[in-house]
Every structure is written in structure tokens, then in C-alpha cells.
């Protein structure tokens, strides 16, 4: 079942700010909202993850919605290099089910000169 | 980040042979490491998770006959694809997860797998 629901892919120009939508109508309260990336032919990278608060790592900023039903990863400053496909995954983090990571289709990112 | 390393990197082979692709996580320790399978224009695909000292667990739909997985140290999980055809030919990403509470998660580089 997909938990996630992401636009199949966007355009962003270099140094512009990315804004990756995604939305989790179906979220529950113990679950948090994590992105991968993975560039051509890589396995995916870490990128952020939260439960509800917004955060920010030297990577990208995560905005959740006040409901959890949606939330947006921003690439401040998007480079070339950021082109790749960008997973919205919901999951629980602890327990007998934290850990398995579901694949949704993901967002295809485009940075473009 | 925690490093995660798989090998080969790229591997070809006849139909029928089998094939062993090793995951291991380099500076830390994982209890539980998971297979992903990804076709081309594909999401990744988890085939199994697989925890130390004991049986994997896989996931509806993969032939656990076919996918045999090993995990016998906490830092070496290893795939063999046995009598392998064509149509399994993919992309093979293995994760490990931390053995700590934090459940964090970090994948390594892959493995492309053509059978002729």
C-alpha cells in the first residue's frame, strides 16, 4: 500500500530552492516522516527526517504540516549535483517495526543550468 | 555517516550459475541488515530483512529458496541469487541498521547483477 504520495518529477533551476512535496493523509502518530535521495545508479542517502517539529540539517529543511498530512523538503540552494529521485517514507522508528523502509516511486528532480 | 560497503560492485553471469553478493557495514556494528531489488525505472523493492544469528525474513512474493540470505557476523550479510535467469538480472541494494535505538538506516552503493 503507498503511504506516500509525491509528484512523479519537477524542474528546479541551480540556485534556486527545491520545494518536494509529499503528502501522508494516512500517517499515524507514532510514525515519522523521512527522506532518501538516490542519484543515478547509487544506493539512496539519508537526508532528514522529523515527527512533527521542522528541521534543518546542512542538507535540506523539512516542513510538516500542523495535521502531518503533508510535509515539503526544501534544497535551499539547489546545485547540479542534486539531481536525483527524492523518497518521502513514512515509518515507526522504534520497535519490532521501525526499520523497514517501504519505497514509494518517488519525485525525479531535475536541477537544471 | 556509517559506511556500507557491497561487492562486486557489478557482477555477470551465465544462466543457471549462482551468485553471491556480500553486504557489510565497515565501522559499525548492524544487528539487521535488508535486500532491495530495483528493476530499471524502478523503486527499490525490499526482498528480506535479515538479522544476525538467526533465519531472514522475507517479504510476500520472493522465493526464499531462490534469494538465499546469510548473516552471520554483525557486520557481513551476504545475498546469493542461486540458478539465476535473466529476469534477475537488477540492481541489489543492501541497508544496515545500527544495532542502538535510533533505527537509522544506511545503504550501500549497490550491485548490478546481468545474467546472460
Known amino acids: 500500500d503507498a503511504k506516500t504520495t509525491q509528484p512523479t518529477s519537477m524542474d528546479c533551476a541551480e540556485g534556486r530552492a527545491a520545494n518536494l512535496p509529499c503528502n501522508h493523509s494516512?500517517?499515524?502518530?507514532?510514525?515519522?516522516v523521512y527522506w532518501y535521495r538516490q542519484i543515478h545508479s547509487q544506493g539512496p542517502q539519508y537526508i532528514i527526517h522529523g515527527l512533527k517539529n521542522n528541521e534543518t540539517n546542512e542538507m535540506a529543511s523539512l516542513i510538516i504540516t500542523e495535521d502531518r498530512k503533508s510535509s515539503t523538503l526544501i534544497l535551499p540552494h539547489a546545485t547540479l549535483r542534486d539531481t536525483a529521485v527524492y523518497y518521502c517514507?513514512?515509518?515507526?522508528?522504534?520497535?519490532?517495526?521501525?526499520?523497514?523502509?517501504?519505497f514509494g516511486q518517488g519525485t525525479e528532480l531535475s536541477v537544471k543550468p | 555517516g556509517a559506511v556500507v560497503s557491497q561487492h562486486p560492485s557489478w557482477v555477470i553471469c551465465k544462466s543457471g550459475t549462482s551468485v553471491k553478493i556480500e553486504c557489510r557495514s565497515l565501522?559499525?556494528?548492524?544487528?539487521?541488515m535488508f535486500w532491495y531489488r530495483q528493476f530499471p525505472k524502478q523503486s527499490l523493492m525490499l526482498m528480506a530483512t535479515?538479522?544476525?544469528?538467526?533465519?531472514?525474513?522475507?517479504e510476500q512474493g520472493v522465493e526464499k529458496d531462490k534469494f538465499l540470505i546469510n548473516h552471520a557476523s554483525l557486520t557481513l550479510s551476504t545475498l546469493t541469487v542461486t540458478s539465476a535467469h535473466p529476469e534477475d538480472s537488477s540492481f541489489y541494494i543492501c541497508s544496515a541498521r545500527l544495532a542502538s535505538s535510533s533505527n537509522e538506516q544506511f545503504f550501500g552503493p549497490g550491485t548490478r547483477l546481468t545474467v546472460l
Open positions: 565501522d559499525f556494528q548492524a544487528t539487521t
Open positions: 517514507i513514512v515509518r515507526v522508528a522504534r520497535g519490532n517495526q521501525g526499520g523497514k523502509l517501504i
Open positions: 535479515s538479522n544476525e544469528g538467526s533465519k531472514a525474513t522475507y
Open positions: 494516512t500517517i499515524s502518530g507514532n510514525e515519522y
